[in-house]
């Protein structure tokens, strides 16, 4: 309890960090990012205009502190500010519509890619020397080799611009609306296909090494010995024995996984021009719209922690080592 | 120098090396590549000319093609592996040092510093890398250190964490303790004792690093925010993005430049399969004997095999 | 006279390591060993001197990578070595079971006790739920834990408690055999004596034969009916446990007994046996031990020396004490050790003390 408790404190703290850098980083950059701003409306914007951005981007005059504590109080009422690209949409409201995309792709994905290369990778280990072991985890990790949106490219280029199967791109097709129907669901279904695709080649060859290594090592355990000896049969073993303990340390790469496959996701989207953060996050780069440059930044991270805190949960729900009582 | 001598010859990196012929041929295709482009460098002229007609598919004249521009994709292919390879290789070095020396530092004298250390490098851990990267290299002025800077700030944690492990492990291991006891000068237990587990250690992060640096900088560059001026892999792929090669059908563009990146991350990896196999002893004794059975795949788990079922059995 | 059949049998058996480069390594040469049923047999030698090997060989279980180089294991009369997989699973732990040192290491550490308890009953066609938590009562009682602590997790037991976890697995299939590796080295000798006392009540309750493998020689003679001694994966000496104590006839089981001080005796020289243990790697030609014997001869560098009956214990010597019956240390008087019984009542009495 009292662990779980310690590391809840640990993320909160690392999100105030997150706070911190993003509110530090526009300020300890050479130049003014008002100047940028400006430049970039050029001189279109009125110094009305231009005094009333920088008040609500927080650009005063005041001390750091001050400006510090205002932009903390608008954080905790989600006032992220405004973007400059999309002005005058709020940048929480254009999270939010990105934010179920990204989720949907970024979860799916790996989601998949965990489950099936951590059988894959037990499977490998059980069976040393069978096509699973040396041809299909070779394969997988020699594809995994290539970058995230180069798997993109690839698979656009032969599925949807060669044969044509599946679209080249967007969450659902340009000019149907979003609705909860089935049709709906399999529009969504065929523009998400690609994307996690190449997420999921990228990513499974990683997790069935892991996994893979893991089992030759749990395999080599005293206590699996002992199981052979007790005359258990191989799926026992396999299974309750040397996977349960294996999947473990996999467990807690989950958890930094999260922050890997968000990354690579951004770059997938790019390639998909899939409406999820990472696309929105490269528009405001190449926009140089700060504010919501920022506030994917903050979110994305607060993302990431999340999904690591639920991971730390499921870890002290798996592993009965970490409940530590005595009897 | 015979230290270095001794250390390489009795080194279980000989031997895993033989064990291991795959990562024999992940480093040479490491050299290759790496030593490959530095050497045909002078010879091929500026990748950024502009030559002939763009979107000229692979010729005998021009072997990989042009691409969007009109330049030729096998200059720019050559030219992006030598820069890339070197900038990935430099901060992967800096930042295993980086991080090895935290976490060492950390673990070896424990109590606060390494209460502030190892927090440090847990938020480090935590913060997504990537989104970070992009912000900073938003805002970090469009030059060639800038990539530098934001890969390594990024990426030591991960061998910070190791190396703190490590030393915390050493620092209770029998053998130091008794080294210590004996009165062996610190240099002596340092170097005789935990050099050869720190090695495999260093190596193995380093190319795991490595793998990182190349991964990051290239998805950076593919956003533009790297130092377009080069020409690096990243903005090879960028280039092609932007003249959308896909959607001219214009494959050979992209296809040379992701092929050496994979080549180069699954020989790093290949490589690393070495590397982790001196430090996990199971892995090879494994290997040993199924080298030698005569049906592998029929072999059961847990099960002692017989002489008749090996080559070269001892017949006792 | 009719003699009993042998519940295993043991003939020129061999395990060799396979090597990356050279020969492959043997560490287990030629070793015979018989037991019959509800007989306690001890395997005494150093660390490292292949005991535990030939534990694992019996029941195939040696990890990689150790292999079968030679010779027989019988059980029942029937070949072991040969069975296929399934037929040995269903052998394993029904027959013959085994108890190990570590206790903590053995056992699963992400399942808690009942069920690991249960899966090897299951394993073997036990499968009726009523029936199997009336044999895990009986378990616990037998060991003398309590029903609370089937719930529990490896790690949250103590040392002892794991060990008589580990006894009352052994126990669950009613085994023939129960073969014991070093069971109480990692407990106090309080403890120690409880268990071993308990186990011994136990084999005469239920009447499976045992195999102890130890090294600490008192240890075994106090407890089993014959010993045989092992050195550098040979076996040097076997005999019933009197005559082993009386006339050892090879000089290292002579410099075993020696080793141990005995309680209760004068203050004596120990001596103990000089020099170091021989390594696999670089074994001694001929008899292993013939650079630490006091008693070597000329033939002992050249031939390995067979394991024949010579007297009233079966040794593998070319001068063996009794024919020289040279010194090996002062002649102190024949050590004494306690039967059985005044084991458990002293263990009982150090109890009460300790509370």
Redesign the interface.
Known sequence: MIKILQRLVFYVVAIFLALCINFLIPRLMPGDPMNMIFARFQGQMSPEAIAGLRQAMGFTDASMASQFLHYFTSILQGNFGVSTSLFPARVGDVIWQSLGWTVLLAGVSLLVSFSCGTVLGALAAWRRGSWIDRVLTPALIFIGSFPYFWLAMLLVYIFAYLVEWFPIGHAYSDGSKPAWTFAFFVDVMRHLFLPALSIVLATIGGWILSMRNAMVSVLGSEFINLAHCKGLSDRVVLVRYAMRNALLPNITGLGMAVGYVLAGSMLTEIVFSYPGQGYLLVQAVRNQDYPLMQGLFFCITLAVLLANWMVDLAYYWLDPRTRGQNI | MTLLRTLVRQSPFH?AM??YP?SLLGLACLLLLGLGSVLLLPFIGDPRDFIAEPLLGPSTVYWFGTNGQGQDVWRQTVAGTASSLGLAFATGMSMTVIGALIGLIAGYTGSWIDKILS?AT??A????????A???A????SGPWSLYIVLVVTGWAWTARVFRGLALSLRSKDFVLAAALAGESRLRIVSFELLPNLLASFASSAIGATIYAI?AQ??LE????GDMNRVSWGTN?YW??NDA???T?S?WI??PT?LC??????AL?LVSYAV?AVN?P??R??Q???K?LRD??RR????????K??R????? | MLSTPNLLEIRDLSVAFAAVEGPDLLVLDQVSLELKAGGIMGLVGESGCGKSTLCRAILKTLRAPAYIAGGHVSWQGESLLDRPPPVLNQLRWRDISMVVQSALDSLNPVVNIEAQLLDTMRAHGYRNAEANRERLAELIALVGLEQRHLKAYPHELSGGMRQRVVIAMALALNPKLLIMDEPTTALDVVTQAEILGHILDLQEKLGFAILLVTHDLPLALEFCHEISVMYAGRIVERGKVGPLQQNPQHPYTAGLLHSFPQPGSKAQVMRGVPGDPASFSSLPSGCAFHPRCTQAVGVCPELVPKLEQKGSTTVACHNPLQASRAEIGPTSESPKFMPNKKLQSLSSDLRAVQN
């Open positions: 031997r033989r064990d795959a927090y847990n938020i851990l935590v913060i997504p890398g990537l989104p970070l992009i912000v900073l938003a805002f970090l002025p991964g290239v998805g593919f956003l533009g925010l792929l092609a993005s090669a896909l959607l059908g494959w992209f296809v992701g990146i994979a080549l180069a991350c699954s990896t982790d996990n199971s892995l004794a494994e040993v004997l199924n030698r592998p795949l059961a788990i847990g099960v002692t095999p017989l002489a079922e090996i070269h059995a001892l017949n006792a």
